[in-house]
Antibody, heavy 120, light 111 residues
Framework: QLQLQESGPGLVKPSETLSLTCTVS??????????WGWIRQPPGKGLEWIGT???????YYNPSLKSRVSTSVDTSKNQFSLRLSSVTAADTAVYFC????????????WGQGTLVTVSS | QSALTQPRSVSGSPGQSVTISCTGT?????????VSWYQQHPRKAPKLMIY???KRPSGVPDRFSGSKSGNTASLTISGLQDEDEADYYC???????????FGGGTKLTVL
């Protein structure tokens, strides 16, 4: 069955760029029905959608984060990635990647999440 | 766009029913048939419980049901069980620029 796994540094310095990769196994990232999303959860707080990408490269971003977010997809590696620039302590969170099913626009399969701490 | 509004907490005894509300606007919850609900146990990834307002993915017990009226969606859990104790989040499509908008989450306590 399809699985997603986040990877990347667990510690990022303030003002630097957070970079994470999500590896998809058990299925193709190039499936026309699916999009691929990033969601984060600060410690003790709720979920926040960051952005979603389609295998063709089309992107959708949370307006509140849009100026700092970029996502990309590598179909040859079955991976998609997140970059969040100019991070502060407020960006400390567990970052999840998930499969985002287009219409009904639901996240049906999630990675386990990875904690990223922003600290000097 | 503001987060969808959910009660901070709800509670119920085993066997009872509870309902969690999710209030938005005509630009999100009320504007599209795309509200989903997620269950999250501590230190775990969220799990999809309801999609397209009322549909259950395969494997989700039929004790979980979704409904919607106007700008408010609801998740009802009937026949509460201990393992239902978790945080629940609603999420709505809100147009071609904000394709996912989460609620603040509701903590369900099974007494």
């Amino acid at each position: 069955q399809l699985q997603l796994q986040e990877s990347g540094p667990g510690l990022v310095k303030p003002s630097e760029t957070l970079s994470l990769t999500c590896t998809v196994s058990g299925g193709s990232i190039s499936s026309s029905r699916y999009y691929w999303g990033w969601i984060r959860q600060p410690p003790g707080k709720g979920l926040e959608w960051i952005g979603t990408i389609y295998y063709s490269g089309s992107t959708y971003y949370n307006p509140s984060l849009k100026s700092r977010v970029s996502t990309s997809v590598d179909t040859s590696k079955n991976q998609f990635s997140l970059r969040l620039s100019s991070v502060t302590a407020a960006d400390t969170a567990v970052y999840f990647c998930a499969r985002h099913v287009g219409s009904p626009w639901a996240f049906d399969i999630w990675g386990q999440g990875t904690l990223v701490t922003v600290s000097s | 766009q503001s987060a969808l509004t959910q009660p901070r907490s709800v509670s119920g005894s085993p066997g009872q029913s509870v309902t969690i509300s999710c209030t938005g606007t005509s630009s999100d919850v009320g504007g599209y048939p795309y509200v989903s609900w997620y269950q999250q146990h501590p230190r775990k990834a969220p799990k999809l419980m309801i999609y397209e307002d009322t549909k259950r993915p395969s494997g989700v017990p039929d004790r979980f049901s979704g409904s919607k009226s106007g700008n408010t969606a609801s998740l009802t859990i009937s026949g509460l069980q201990d393992e239902d104790e978790a945080d629940y989040y609603c999420c709505s499509y809100a147009g071609s620029y904000t394709i996912a908008l989460f609620g603040g989450g509701t903590k369900l306590t099974v007494l």
